[in-house]
Nanobody, 126 residues
Protein backbone atom coordinates (compact mmCIF):
# COMPACT_ATOMS: atom_id res chain seq x y z
CA UNK A 1 0.00 0.00 0.00
CA UNK A 2 1.41 3.37 -1.04
CA UNK A 3 1.47 5.70 1.92
CA UNK A 4 2.96 8.99 3.09
CA UNK A 5 2.78 9.85 6.78
CA UNK A 6 3.68 13.31 8.07
CA UNK A 7 4.71 14.02 11.65
CA UNK A 8 6.35 16.74 13.70
CA UNK A 9 3.69 19.43 13.63
CA UNK A 10 2.55 21.28 16.72
CA UNK A 11 2.13 24.61 18.46
CA UNK A 12 5.12 26.94 18.58
CA UNK A 13 5.69 30.59 19.37
CA UNK A 14 6.68 33.05 16.67
CA UNK A 15 10.41 32.84 16.07
CA UNK A 16 10.52 29.19 17.03
CA UNK A 17 11.41 26.11 15.01
CA UNK A 18 9.90 22.78 14.03
CA UNK A 19 11.02 19.86 11.90
CA UNK A 20 8.44 17.97 9.91
CA UNK A 21 9.00 14.44 8.67
CA UNK A 22 7.35 12.54 5.85
CA UNK A 23 7.77 8.77 5.92
CA UNK A 24 7.06 6.92 2.69
CA UNK A 25 6.15 3.29 2.16
CA UNK A 26 4.97 1.14 -0.74
CA UNK A 27 6.67 3.22 -3.44
CA UNK A 28 10.17 3.59 -4.93
CA UNK A 29 11.01 6.62 -2.78
CA UNK A 30 14.44 7.32 -4.25
CA UNK A 31 12.99 7.54 -7.77
CA UNK A 32 10.35 10.16 -6.92
CA UNK A 33 10.75 13.88 -6.51
CA UNK A 34 8.95 15.14 -3.44
CA UNK A 35 7.28 18.30 -2.25
CA UNK A 36 5.76 20.06 0.74
CA UNK A 37 2.54 22.03 0.47
CA UNK A 38 0.44 23.80 3.06
CA UNK A 39 -3.15 24.87 3.40
CA UNK A 40 -4.28 27.54 5.82
CA UNK A 41 -7.86 27.63 7.00
CA UNK A 42 -10.12 29.02 4.29
CA UNK A 43 -7.34 29.16 1.68
CA UNK A 44 -6.12 27.00 -1.17
CA UNK A 45 -3.21 24.59 -1.10
CA UNK A 46 0.10 26.45 -1.42
CA UNK A 47 3.47 25.18 -2.62
CA UNK A 48 6.18 25.37 0.05
CA UNK A 49 9.23 23.48 -1.18
CA UNK A 50 10.35 20.62 -3.40
CA UNK A 51 13.38 18.37 -3.67
CA UNK A 52 14.73 16.25 -6.49
CA UNK A 53 15.06 12.48 -6.36
CA UNK A 54 18.63 12.43 -5.10
CA UNK A 55 18.28 15.59 -3.03
CA UNK A 56 20.76 17.53 -5.15
CA UNK A 57 18.26 20.22 -6.10
CA UNK A 58 15.61 22.07 -4.13
CA UNK A 59 13.32 25.02 -4.59
CA UNK A 60 11.30 27.16 -2.19
CA UNK A 61 8.36 29.50 -2.20
CA UNK A 62 9.46 33.09 -1.73
CA UNK A 63 7.50 33.26 1.53
CA UNK A 64 9.70 30.62 3.18
CA UNK A 65 13.03 31.09 1.40
CA UNK A 66 15.88 31.49 3.87
CA UNK A 67 13.80 30.13 6.78
CA UNK A 68 12.82 26.61 5.68
CA UNK A 69 15.10 23.79 4.53
CA UNK A 70 13.92 20.69 2.70
CA UNK A 71 15.97 17.50 2.79
CA UNK A 72 15.59 13.77 2.31
CA UNK A 73 17.20 10.53 3.41
CA UNK A 74 16.60 7.92 0.73
CA UNK A 75 18.02 5.17 2.92
CA UNK A 76 15.23 5.87 5.40
CA UNK A 77 12.51 6.65 2.82
CA UNK A 78 11.95 9.93 4.64
CA UNK A 79 11.77 13.58 3.69
CA UNK A 80 12.10 16.49 6.10
CA UNK A 81 11.19 20.16 6.35
CA UNK A 82 13.16 22.18 8.85
CA UNK A 83 11.26 25.37 9.67
CA UNK A 84 13.04 28.20 11.46
CA UNK A 85 11.98 31.73 12.38
CA UNK A 86 8.34 30.70 12.20
CA UNK A 87 5.71 33.37 11.74
CA UNK A 88 1.97 33.33 12.51
CA UNK A 89 1.31 33.35 8.77
CA UNK A 90 3.03 29.95 8.54
CA UNK A 91 0.08 28.45 10.43
CA UNK A 92 -1.44 25.75 8.22
CA UNK A 93 -1.82 22.05 7.66
CA UNK A 94 1.37 20.84 5.99
CA UNK A 95 1.24 18.03 3.44
CA UNK A 96 3.95 16.02 1.73
CA UNK A 97 3.47 14.59 -1.73
CA UNK A 98 5.24 12.68 -4.50
CA UNK A 99 5.50 14.08 -8.01
CA UNK A 100 4.01 12.03 -10.83
CA UNK A 101 6.85 12.60 -13.27
CA UNK A 102 10.13 14.47 -13.58
CA UNK A 103 9.92 14.76 -17.36
CA UNK A 104 9.33 18.50 -17.22
CA UNK A 105 10.71 19.40 -13.80
CA UNK A 106 11.23 18.03 -10.32
CA UNK A 107 8.71 20.53 -8.94
CA UNK A 108 5.37 21.94 -9.98
CA UNK A 109 1.81 22.83 -8.89
CA UNK A 110 -0.27 20.55 -6.71
CA UNK A 111 -2.00 18.80 -9.62
CA UNK A 112 1.36 17.34 -10.70
CA UNK A 113 1.61 15.33 -7.45
CA UNK A 114 -0.22 12.04 -7.10
CA UNK A 115 0.31 10.62 -3.61
CA UNK A 116 -0.43 12.79 -0.58
CA UNK A 117 -0.07 12.39 3.14
CA UNK A 118 -2.85 13.13 5.62
CA UNK A 119 -1.24 16.37 6.76
CA UNK A 120 0.16 17.68 10.04
CA UNK A 121 -1.01 20.86 11.74
CA UNK A 122 1.48 23.64 12.41
CA UNK A 123 0.26 26.51 14.56
CA UNK A 124 2.43 29.55 15.23
CA UNK A 125 1.29 31.87 17.99
CA UNK A 126 2.21 35.54 18.07
Amino acid sequence: QVQLVESGGGLVQAGGSLRLSCAASGLPFSSRSMGWFRQASGKGREFVAAISRRGSSSVYADSVKGRFTISRDNAKNTMYLRMNSLKPEDTAVYYCATKKSDLASYYGPANEYDVWGQGTQVTVSS
